[in-house]
């Protein structure tokens, strides 16, 4: 099984940083279990199953659900024939898009019917009905549109500043630095961070610096694993393999050797 990915629409291009969807036509005899690396990037996700629902750890996940930037990695089990679709937002999303403090959703998911939003009550019964994937990723897309239209904010742009940096150095960035480039104060710049991306600046950095590594890992751009902590920032490879263990519940060797049954995570940009 392979991600297909779809164009956002560009009214979302500042919301949504990639659309993708995975889909087995058959039932299976045993439910493979995926592991989703830990991502600072939040998201969406409808989930279609004819055993009736996914499971995170045994407890069965909605059908449509909003997701926070998870610092740690998790386990999802798709039992039968599935098919997913994810919208991966920006870090901003939550907060711009949804009006929610994304620190609240930090490792944790939330049904939309919990969220009482009148034009999304009865989207999961109508996703379930759409005859094709791109019929349901339309519906999606305008059921985001128009929640664009009546509620969103302008992304600040000082924590715009922030995550440019962090993206342009691959996490490898200290709280002196962001403080420069912002001219916050450090209780300022966590404040900010924890209401609109979910994690503080230091942790953001880190998991996003893992990201980059996963991302060097994954073009084959090393000749050892040496180069990829190195390239990185880290210390060292001791210093590089902790921290991947810590994201990823495994090594970097394990991970190049059993990276199918893994999500991929799209936190590349930040912004």
């Known amino acids: 099984m392979a991600y297909q990915f779809v164009a956002p629409p560009p ?14 036509p058959v039932s299976q005899v045993s439910a493979p279990t995926f592991r ?15 055993s009736g629902s996914f499971y995170q750890y045994e407890k069965p996940l909605p059908a449509l659900y ?25 870090p901003h999303a939550l907060k711009t898009l949804f009006q929610l403090d994304a620190s609240a959703l930090t490792d944790r998911c939330l049904g939309l019917e919990e969220m009482s939003i009148p034009q999304t009550q009865h989207l999961p019964e109508q996703l379930m009905h759409q005859a094709t994937v791109f019929n349901q990723i339309e519906l999606l897309s305008a059921s985001l549109m128009q929640r664009l239209q009546q509620t969103s904010t302008t992304p600040d742009p000082t924590l715009h500043q922030a995550l440019q940096l962090i993206h342009k150095q691959k996490g490898d960035v200290s709280m002196k630095e962001l403080q420069q480039q912002t001219g ?46 190195f390239d990185r920032g880290y ?10 263990r810590t994201f990823a519940g495994l090594s970097p060797q394990a991970y190049l050797r059993d990276n199918q049954q893994i999500l991929g995570n799209f936190s590349s940009s930040p912004f």
């Open 11 to 24: 009214a979302l291009a500042a919301y949504v940083q990639a659309i993708w969807y995975l889909e087995t």
């Open 184 to 229: 916050l104060s450090e209780r300022s710049l966590e404040r900010r961070f924890k209401h609109y991306v979910g994690l503080s600046p230091k942790l953001w950095s880190s998991i996003y610096r893992f990201q980059s590594s996963v991302e060097q890992l994954n073009h084959n751009r090393y000749a050892k694993l040496s180069d990829v902590a």
């Open 36 to 50: 989703v690396l830990a991502d600072g990037c939040p998201g969406l996700i409808f989930q279609q199953s004819e």
């Open 66 to 90: 909003l997701y926070g930037p998870a610092t740690q990695y998790t386990q999802l089990q798709f039992p039968g024939s599935f098919r997913v679709i994810g919208f991966c937002f920006y």
């Open 235 to 244: 210390a060292d490879q001791s210093h590089f393999i902790r921290a991947f």
